[in-house]
């Protein structure tokens, strides 16, 4: 089975600009959550989607947004790019979002803002 | 508000000794608890979790953590240490009131193994 993938892996922006990363779960997942990792903050939950609902956001600004589609794949999206934003955003997948689901998670997006 | 602490930002061992990560919660309702493991440019990895039931919890590649309530901790260890350990590890606890996309983890420990 398929591991979760996550395209591009490397991204490279500049202020100011917008980026959309994607996400392919695991097949059958209904489950899907982001998550942003830097050195200074470490993982920090950006949003939760099951079954194209949101079921949860972090504490992120607006310029932070998602979807998830039928097929369960995600987008997430960032508008005008901060440097700040340079991170690597992971994705996990889970059957469902029950506690005692595992989580997988993709190899991640690494983005850097110019 | 709900927090993790993994104590030594770096942990160095040597090939065959006891590996011991710490990791220290606070949760206002039962934790469901998990230590991750991520090696360089690549994703994070489930080694264990603890949702119910046996506070000892075995998890993959010879790890092992133990629940304790009472002193609020979720250390991970590993009786030999080997070169193929060395990667960052997390601890993490569901958010009350999540779900399991929803983790709050520690800042991480890297563990180095030498020779």
């Known amino acids: 089975k398929a591991g979760v993938t996550q395209t591009p892996r490397y991204l490279i922006k500049t202020r100011g600009q917008q980026v959309t990363l994607s996400c392919s779960p695991i097949?059958?997942?209904?489950?899907v959550s982001w998550y942003q990792q830097t050195p200074g903050q470490g993982l920090q939950f950006l949003f939760e989607?099951?079954?194209?609902?949101?079921?949860n956001k972090g504490n992120f600004p607006g310029r932070f947004s998602g979807r998830q589609f039928s097929n369960s794949r995600s987008e997430m999206n960032v508008s005008t790019l901060e440097l700040g934003d340079s991170a690597l955003y992971l994705c996990?997948?889970?059957?469902?979002?029950?506690?005692?689901?595992?989580?997988?998670f993709g190899p991640g997006t690494r983005l850097t803002v110019l | 508000a709900q927090s993790v602490t993994q104590l030594g930002s770096h942990v160095s061992v040597s090939e065959g000794a006891l590996v011991l990560l710490r990791c220290n919660y606070s949760?206002?309702?039962?934790?469901?608890l998990f230590w991750y493991v991520q090696y360089p440019n690549q994703g994070l990895q489930l080694l264990l979790k603890?949702?119910?039931?046996?506070?000892l919890v075995k998890g993959i590649n010879g790890f092992e953590a133990e629940f304790k309530k009472s002193e609020t901790s979720f250390h991970l260890t590993k009786p030999s240490a080997h070169m193929s350990d060395a990667a960052e590890y997390f601890c993490?606890?569901?958010?009350?009131?999540?779900?399991?996309?929803?983790?709050?983890f520690g800042k991480g420990t890297k563990l180095s193994v030498k020779p």
């Open positions: 949760s206002s309702v039962p934790p469901y």
């Open positions: 097949s059958g997942h209904r489950s």
């Open positions: 996990a997948s889970s059957f469902t979002a029950g506690g005692s689901d595992t989580q997988y």
């Open positions: 993490a606890v569901i958010r009350d009131g999540g779900s399991q996309g929803n983790l709050i």
């Open positions: 989607y099951f079954s194209e609902t949101q079921r």
């Open positions: 603890y949702t119910t039931g046996a506070t």
